[in-house]
């Protein structure tokens, strides 16, 4: 299993086709960064989900403290460059530097250097989602000071 860690979002899909391809994929661990981890589509709330994918061999891990705040998700929405886009990802960027937050970063990072690791959210295209910015900031502590990958 290639250690590592990519992003997925399951808008369009199916828990099912989506664990399949997630185990065809190596995915040893998805972590799932909603805040809550409720949906309408069958099969991608905390419960259901966490069993297909185990009956996947995969593991599940909710961190909740990696949840985009309800009144934060419009601004996904807008392009990065935008005042709103901006404003809503500096506001994600500081809640990534709480200490629960952190905490879980790291857990994530110890993870993924052992195994290829999922971050799961809703929002198909990452650049419309926080989890960008949850990659960004894992891929930095895997790099570490120096840069080079760890």
Known sequence: MTAGIVGVGYQGATAAGLAGWLADSGVGTLVDVRLTPLSRKPGFSKRAWADILR??????LHLP????PKD?????????ETPAGREARDRY?????TEPASAALGEIAA??????????CFEQSEDH?????VLRAVRARLE???GAAT
Do not use: K, M, S, W
């Open 72 to 80: 934060n998700r419009a601004g996904f929405a807008d392009a990065p």
């Open 93 to 97: 960027r500081a809640l990534l530097r």
């Open 144 to 146: 570490g000071p120096t």
């Open 55 to 60: 009956e996947h061999g995969i593991g599940y």
């Open 111 to 120: 993870l993924a250097a052992e195994q290829r690791v999922a971050l799961l």
């Open 129 to 133: 989602c926080h989890r960008a910015e």
């Open 65 to 68: 403290a990696l949840g985009n």
